[in-house]
């Protein structure tokens, strides 16, 4: 079986081709865009990090030890 394209005006045509041309472009152009800077990781920041694991490491455990789901989502 074989595809046959509508027969276009030359004037409509020619819209397509210019809005399949800057959607292309445009997907060029976002994908150029630079990626952000890299977290520096200072004693403050990782000292939160740890705590931060461990508050969950320690609800996870509380909650398997009474036998409820644990249900982990990240953020949005």
């Known amino acids: ?13 020619n819209i397509l081709l210019g809005g399949v041309a800057v959607s292309l472009l ?3 152009a976002v994908s150029q865009v630079a990626p952000l800077p890299a977290v ?5 920041r990782l000292d939160t990090l740890d705590r931060n694991v461990r508050r ?6 509380q909650r398997n030890a009474a036998g ?4 982990v989502e990240p953020d949005p």
């Not at 079986?1 to 045509?13: D, E, F, G, H, I």
């Not at 969950?56 to 455990?61: I, M, P």
Request: net charge positive; aromatic share 6%.
């Open 1 to 13: 079986m074989k595809m046959k394209l509508p027969n276009l005006s030359p004037v409509a045509r």
């Open 26 to 28: 445009a997907g060029i």
């Open 40 to 44: 520096e990781w200072d004693v403050r």
């Open 56 to 61: 969950f490491e320690r609800a996870l455990t």
């Open 68 to 71: 409820q789901p644990v249900l």
